[in-house]
């Protein structure tokens, strides 16, 4: 059975090889990328099954990307994964809802591995079906 792709940004090497970790962990085959438009290139070019977005990224907005997954009709669960105030990680969420998009977490930074793992586990179930 193929594993899930999880498509991933992050501008933090450490963190993006943590949730990569953890998604291979899980069953996915995660494909790591740090810039805005290398996502949007690998996502054009292999439609994942999963997203993880990091709001805070320099020269960027998670957002412009809530909205890039929103025009491409995405319909994979999106999770935010960011160190911001949970004020701005709800708006975030509440904005890629109201796009349509199936929003997951927010989980928070620092990032435990158990909190990520028991969370891709039960994605990864209802991407599988």
């Known amino acids: 059975m193929p594993q899930p792709r999880l498509l991933l ?3 933090e090497p450490a ?9 291979t962990a899980c069953g ?13 290139d690998e996502f054009i070019a292999k ?12 020269g960027m907005d998670g957002v412009e990307l809530t909205r890039f997954l929103a025009e491409q009709e995405y319909r994979g669960p ?4 960011s ?5 701005i990680l709800e708006s975030a969420f509440r904005l890629g809802e109201a796009l349509g998009l199936q929003m997951v977490g927010p ?6 591995f ?10 990864k179930m209802t991407l599988v079906q």
Request: hydrophobic share 50%; net charge negative; aromatic share 6%.
């Open 83 to 87: 160190g911001f105030d949970r004020r």
């Open 28 to 40: 996915f085959d995660p494909i790591v990328t740090a810039r805005d438009e290398q996502f949007r």
């Open 78 to 81: 999106v999770l935010i994964v």
């Open 107 to 112: 989980v928070e930074k620092p990032v435990r």
């Open 9 to 11: 940004i992050d501008d």
């Open 114 to 123: 158990d909190v990520l793992e028991e969370l891709l586990g039960k994605l």
């Open 47 to 58: 439609r994942p099954e999963m997203v993880a977005l990091d709001l805070g990224m320099p």
């Open 15 to 23: 963190l993006a090889e943590f949730l990569a970790n953890a998604a």
